[in-house]
């Protein structure tokens, strides 16, 4: 089955600076890969996405890229902020006999500091 | 996202009790899911539904049982709880006539005693 690798566990960037967290995958059909944000103590929420069919997608300070040859894809923020800190989680989604179900990386603590 | 509602938020048990945790979505969303989050493990699937009809395990299926009672509502029983399925649990839900994107519940924090 597919199988969602994300590094690093943890990242630490002043303000200011850039941050990337990269992701692998195993299932070369994945077509989807979302990218979670979730604040402490609150739920999960998706705050960019890419597809298969896509190499590079932007929304101001953030940026995913994809790779479909090594099967990796990336989140890039620039000009961090304080507010940027939080665990962010990667995933993977497969579309097998009509059912698409995502699988998520174990997650990346990043945090800002001023 | 007050969409997705989970009940209880919180929820204290001990070993061997049969619980069963609630979640409720007012977006008419067709597809919804249940995740348990561990630290450094991410968030797993352990159910999913597709339409009031259709259940599919997930990765970690086993202790666990959930019920599709409406297009709205979708449970998650914990048979006989034990101290290994403490864990945030996480109900979701996508639409599936638009995007993937998955909205998530507020969460349920379960301490196994």
């Known amino acids: 089955g597919e199988n969602v690798e994300q590094h690093p566990s943890t990242l630490s960037v002043q303000e200011g600076d850039s941050a990337v967290i990269k992701c692998t995958y195993s299932d070369s059909a994945s077509n989807y890969f979302p990218w979670y944000k979730q604040e402490l103590g609150k739920r999960p929420q998706l705050i960019i996405d890419i597809r298969s069919n896509v190499g590079e997608k932007k929304d101001q300070r953030i940026a995913v890229t994809l790779n479909k040859t090594a099967k990796h894809f990336s989140l890039h923020i620039t000009e961090t902020q304080p507010e940027d800190s939080a665990v962010y989680f990667c995933a993977a989604s497969l579309r097998s006999g009509g059912y698409n179900k995502l699988i998520f990386g174990a997650g990346t603590r990043l945090a800002v500091h001023p | 996202d007050a969409d997705v509602t989970q009940t209880p938020r919180n929820r204290i048990t001990k070993t061997g009790k049969r619980i069963m945790l609630e979640c409720s979505q007012t977006k008419g969303h067709d597809r919804m899911y249940w995740y348990r989050q561990d630290p450094g493990l991410g968030l797993r699937l352990i159910y999913y539904s597709f339409d009031v009809k259709d259940i599919n395990k997930g990765e970690i299926s086993d202790g666990y049982s959930v019920s599709r009672q409406a297009q709205a509502k979708f449970s998650l029983s914990l048979e006989s709880a034990i101290p290994n399925q403490t864990a945030l649990y996480f109900c979701?839900?996508?639409?599936?006539?638009?995007?993937?994107?998955?909205?998530f519940g507020p969460g349920t924090r379960l301490l196994v005693l």
């Open positions: 979701a839900t996508s639409d599936l006539q638009g995007t993937e994107t998955q909205y």
